[in-house]
Each structure stands twice: as structure tokens, then as C-alpha cells.
């Protein structure tokens, strides 16, 4: 079952919203490929599926939302066993925002359980009649905002996982790391752990660790005599 919402332009400034509804898919049912000329945001209520955007899949379910950008390629298909239930919304945006919210919608898949109740909103909207378009356009400035305040935390918990990767590191760079080891130790997977490490410091794990090692080798032979072979075996 499908209900399909179609906005009229109000020329309501940085955000325009054009379209929203709600969709029931059947098992393993699939849009796509498909390109769009405006923002797209489909958030998962029950159930889940596959979102293909940039050469990469992406499994999302209940409590997330999938990002789809103006001009890009996209193929989403429901699971076949729980196929989801979403609701979206569709919007332009402009001047004075527009760079903005370009950089925040870079994200493909955002999870925010916390949403739920803004969508189920817009997905309501059909009952009203002179002020929908108002009334989505303020919904998706409310939706903005989480995803913005999602953004910042997850900066925020990166930093502290590389931060105490680090000192990590710093304290053990003499014995036998493996970036596995730091992975497991900050309970994270080894792919998510070194991909928000070189985000941040612009190096992989093991090449921070091999720099350390040798920056400190060279401490020792510099400031304290060292040979060389034995700063290497320290």
C-alpha cells in the first residue's frame, strides 16, 4: 500500500519542500535505478531493506533513514522475509542554507530512532489542506535539526575513539600491536576503526604505529646514544 503526497512550490525560502508519503512494500520490492532532482529522505518504521548508493550497499532498518541527493543513482529494494514500511520526504534547497545542508546530507544512512515521530507526522499531512506545505516545510527543519545534533555526536564519539586509540598506542607501541588488538580493545570493528582513524589523523593505524616506533627510535639514539640496531630492538 502506497500514499503519495504531492507539495505545491510556496517559494518558502531555503527549504521547499515538493513531495511526501508512505509506502508498505511487498517482499523484495525494489525502486531504482533512479535519479532525482532534489533531496530525498526515507526513514525505515518496520521492517528493512537494502539502500545502493555510490557503488556501496547499506542494510537499514527500524529507527534509520537513507539519504538520497540530488543527480545521484540510486537502487533501493525492501527485504524479502520483513520488507519495510517507509515514509519520506522530498525537498529543495536554497540560499541561505544550501552549502549547509549539501555538507550534512553528504551521510547516506543516518539512525535516528527519535525521528519516528516526525515522519509519522508528515506522512499525516494529507488531512491538512491550506497549510501543508507550511506545516512539511517546518517538519523538515525540525528533521534538519536532529540529524545535524546525530552529526555533531557522532563527531564527538569518533574523537574520543581516536583519542583513546592513541594513548593506547603512546602506552603499548613497544609491544606486539596489531591494529586488530586496538580495534577489539575500543570494541569496535577493525574496517569502522581505521576508516574514522585515517579521517581524522590523515594516516592509517599501522602507519601511525610504525611512525611512533621510529619517531621514538630516533629519541633514543639522538638524546641517549643509541646504536641504531639497539633504538630498534627498544
Known amino acids: ?29 525494489s525502486f ?6 532534489y533531496y530525498l529522505l526515507h526513514f525505515v518504521a518496520e521492517g528493512c531493506g537494502v539502500y545502493h548508493c555510490g557503488g ?18 540510486t537502487v533501493y529494494r525492501a527485504d ?13 534547497v536554497g540560499e541561505p542554507l544550501e552549502e549547509e ?19 509519522f507526522e508528515i506522512a499525516a499531512s494529507g488531512q491538512l489542506h491550506a497549510s501543508r506545505e507550511l506545516f ?14 546525530a552529526c555533531s555526536q557522532q563527531q564527538t564519539d569518533m574523537s574520543n575513539y581516536v583519542l583513546r586509540a592513541k594513548d593506547y598506542v603512546e602506552a603499548n607501541y613497544v609491544s606486539d600491536l596489531s591494529v586488530q588488538g586496538i580495534a577489539n580493545y575500543l570494541g569496535l570493528s577493525r574496517s569502522y576503526f581505521s576508516a574514522i582513524f585515517k579521517q ?4 592509517s593505524p599501522q602507519e601511525f604505529i610504525v611512525d611512533l ?20 630492538a627498544a
Not at 56 to 73: K, S, T
Not at 101 to 119: C, D, E, G, K, S
Not at 213 to 232: D, H, Q, S, T, V
Open 80 to 92: 524479502a522475509q520483513n520488507p519495510w514500511h517507509y515514509i519520506w520526504v522530498g525537498f529543495r
Open 32 to 37: 531504482g535505478p533512479a535519479r532525482r532532482e
Open 101 to 119: 545542508i549539501r555538507m550534512l546530507l553528504q551521510q547516506n544512512v543516518f539512525t535516528i530512532p527519535n525521528a519516528r515521530r516526525i515522519f
Open 213 to 232: 616506533r621510529l619517531r621514538k627510535a630516533g629519541e633514543l639514539i639522538a638524546e641517549r646514544g643509541y646504536r641504531p640496531g639497539e633504538a630498534a
Open 200 to 203: 581524522s589523523e590523515g594516516v
Open 56 to 73: 556501496e550497499d547499506y542494510q537499514v532498518g527500524p529507527g534509520q533513514l537513507f539519504v538520497i541527493r540530488p543527480e545521484e543513482m
Open 136 to 149: 512539511v516545510c517546518g517538519k523538515v527543519y525540525e528533521l534538519l535539526s536532529m540529524m545535524m545534533e
Open 1 to 29: 500500500m502506497q500514499n503519495h503526497i504531492l507539495l505545491l512550490n510556496m517559494g518558502l525560502g531555503a527549504v521547499v519542500p515538493v513531495l511526501c508519503g508512505e509506502h508498505f512494500c511487498e517482499p523484495s520490492h
